[in-house]
T-cell receptor, first 113, second 110 residues
Framework: SQTIHQWPATLVQPVGSPLSLECTVE??????LYWYRQAAGRGLQLLFY??????ISSEVPQNLSASRPQDRQFILSSKKLLLSDSGFYLC????????????FGPGTRLTVL | LAKTTQPISMDSYEGQEVNITCSHN???????ITWYQQFPSQGPRFIIQ???TKVTNEVASLFIPADRKSSTLSLPRVSLSDTAVYYC???????????FGAGTRLAVHP
């Protein structure tokens, strides 16, 4: 069966510090991968998606970036965090780009102070 | 991508049937209607998806009228553990990018 992992689960970082969140998927090959952010009490905002290694599409201009160095690894990064980067970061995968069923990881709660 | 509108919140009691309606007036011909459930501090979980008429699985039923401009998620005999946020989304293939709105916050009371 497929599983998706995210770490860390919780992170508190000062403004201006770098960020690296990691997501890995097991049990499937060539997944489509997604990074979402959810502010408190709000819906999910799609940040990035990837259909293959090295292929990243950005949905919202911001100080975040994503990379996919391996087939089942997706990394969200920032060089300098802003207060507005606080939120719940979720990684998800789907079997194909046309698939409406996405499987979400446990998430990372990021607080920027 | 079609925009969806659903109630911000709903209240129910254990054992009742809950119907959450979502409107999507600008749904495209190729769009499917998908519902997700999200518990606090967890990622959303896929519940059900449909294109037209009625779809039923072990968790819920989805009713879609002929014009497809709305849909209703039906949860039979809810329990306290059904307290969650429910999202209605519409989308189609081609590097599909799901748009999650604010959802409907369902509270089930004893």
């Amino acid at each position: 069966s497929q599983t998706i992992h995210q770490w860390p689960a919780t992170l508190v970082q000062p403004v201006g510090s770098p960020l690296s969140l990691e997501c890995t998927v097991e049990g499937t090959s060539n997944p489509n991968l997604y990074w979402y952010r959810q502010a408190a009490g709000r819906g999910l905002q799609l940040l990035f998606y990837s259909v293959g290694i090295g292929q990243i599409s950005s949905e919202v201009p911001q100080n975040l970036s994503a990379s996919r160095p391996q087939d089942r690894q997706f990394i969200l990064s920032s060089k300098k965090l802003l207060l507005s980067d606080s939120g719940f970061y979720l990684c998800a995968w789907s079997a194909s780009p046309a698939d409406n069923e996405q499987f979400f990881g446990p998430g990372t709660r990021l607080t920027v102070l | 991508l079609a925009k969806t509108t659903q109630p911000i919140s709903m209240d129910s009691y254990e054992g009742q049937e809950v119907n959450i309606t979502c409107s999507h007036n600008n749904i495209a011909t190729n769009d499917y209607i998908t519902w997700y459930q999200q518990f606090p501090s967890q990622g959303p979980r896929f519940i059900i998806q449909g294109y037209k008429t009625k779809v039923t699985n072990e968790v819920a039923s989805l009713f879609i009228p002929a014009d497809r401009k709305s849909s209703t998620l039906s949860l039979p005999r809810v329990s306290l553990s059904d307290t969650a946020v429910y999202y209605c989304l519409v989308g189609s293939g081609g590097y599909n990018k799901l748009i999650f709105g604010a959802g409907t916050r369902l509270a089930v009371h004893p």
